[in-house]
């Protein structure tokens, strides 16, 4: 599967915007969005371009991809389905991204970044309802647990996260279980229990056309 390589601050610095893609390093002064909190490239101090509704919509499609670390054509599969779900489309697209398990370790704590969840789920250390699930594009339903392999509960990345996010803004329709290293889907989110800056309504209206 292709995954992204190159710098990821230059992604926070092209939105203009923290998209918290490395970890604690984002909330330190060596975020790259508060020593150069402008466009990456030879121009991007000097760059003041008008936006287009294209662009617009594009900058928004092109944030939701980045926040979640997912690929062109995967997303263009996400919109695919959320268009034949019952639901508002964008809302259904938004509750699909965030039911990924790599984005649901994230948001438990039990990984620092987006990058880092989807390592440890490639690497097996995570189980949903007492099965291993290796496939960071897993999607959870309400009332399932995902949980750290026992084999896994001393790995240092893991009590690490939990130990630098303790204390950390859970979502609502999540619950953490930090002595037992895991977490329950108490529900399918809302957009309200959403938390991602993204207009989910241009990337329909860019999809839309």
Known sequence: MAVYHDAKCRLCRREGQKLFLKGTRCFTDKCAMERRGYAPGEHGKSRRVKETNYGQQL???????????VLERQFRQYFAKASESKGVTGEVLLQMLERRLDNVVYRLGMALSHHQARQLIRHGHFQVNGRKVDIPSFLVG???VVQVREKSRKLS??????????GAWVPEWLELNADQSNGRVLNIPTRQSISVPVNEQLIVELYSK
């Not at 900058?59 to 670390?69: D, L, M, T, V, W």
């Not at 990345?157 to 303790?166: C, G, V």
């Open 142 to 144: 309400a009332g399932d």
């Open 157 to 166: 990345a893991i009590l690490t996260s939990l130990e630098a996010r303790k």
């Open 59 to 69: 900058r928004e499609k092109q944030k939701a991809r980045r926040i979640y670390g």
